[in-house]
């Protein structure tokens, strides 16, 4: 399977501990982008990098999320004192650049989908 | 700002029939693409279709087409002969495209129905 890939699918997680989610894109895209998923809402972004570079950030993304896409292959995102209202699925997805700014095709990982107790 | 409305929580169809399901959008760029996604209970998030702002045609992959009418601000994705496996949640998102920002914009989603 050539696809976007997460791990772990699962974390159940107690209230203040830190957790860690790791990203592989498809291999040659060097678009990579987060985003966060609640309950009976569509995903709502929160970062994007261009190879290693972190180019946009949401203001979702508070002082306790830190992702890093350190080769620009696979990233991590990483929430530090995890709260209970950032229980969620969390989505990678990646594209390739394309010649026409704008036309480039998000494609989506299964999600990794956190509990904070 | 950009915005993505769906306004059917959700819809239900019948094998074989054909469905549409809404979106309109708001956006003062006046380049963008519209994607289509559908999201199995399993979770992940499929694509499905997209269309691009200025694109001439309706956009149409298999089964699926998209009726884009740009003066009405409205992106409707049309299933053609519905399946049992098109039961899912569908999304509809936007990007900007002058704005350099990448991130897509979706809406909350339509649960799609298939009955046999």
């Known amino acids: 399977d050539t696809g976007v890939s997460q791990d772990p699918r699962h974390k159940i997680t107690k209230r203040g501990q830190n957790v860690t989610f790791r990203c592989d894109p498809i291999?040659?895209?060097?678009?990579l982008y987060w985003y966060r998923q609640t309950l009976g809402q569509g995903p709502e972004f929160l970062t994007y990098?261009?190879?290693?570079?972190?180019?946009?950030k949401s203001r979702l993304l508070s002082d306790r999320f830190s992702a890093e896409r350190p080769k620009g292959s696979f990233s991590t995102l990483e929430i530090q004192r995890t709260e209970q209202g950032d229980s969620a699925m969390y989505l990678c997805?990646?594209?390739?650049?394309?010649?026409?700014?704008?036309?480039?095709?998000?494609?989506f990982g299964p999600g990794t989908r956190l509990t904070v107790l | 700002a950009q915005k993505i409305t769906q306004t059917q929580p959700g819809m239900f169809v019948q094998e074989k029939e054909a469905v549409t399901l809404d979106c309109t959008y708001d956006?003062?760029?006046?380049?963008?693409?519209l994607f289509w996604y559908k999201q199995p209970s399993s979770g992940e998030m499929i694509f499905l279709i997209y269309?691009?702002?200025?694109?001439?045609q309706n956009a149409t992959e298999g089964r699926y087409s998209l009726n884009f009418q740009k003066a009405r601000k409205s992106a409707n994705l049309v299933i053609s002969a519905s399946q049992l496996g098109d039961s899912a949640m569908y999304f509809c998102?936007?990007?900007?495209?002058?704005?350099?920002?990448?991130?897509?914009?979706f809406g909350t989603g339509t649960r799609l129905l298939v009955s046999p």
């Open positions: 997805a990646s594209s390739l650049m394309g010649l026409r700014a704008g036309t480039d095709t998000q494609y």
């Open positions: 291999s040659e895209h060097n678009r």
């Open positions: 990098f261009q190879n290693e570079a972190q180019l946009e």
């Open positions: 956006t003062s760029d006046p380049s963008y693409g």
């Open positions: 269309q691009g702002s200025y694109d001439q």
């Open positions: 998102a936007m990007r900007e495209t002058n704005t350099g920002f990448q991130k897509l914009v």
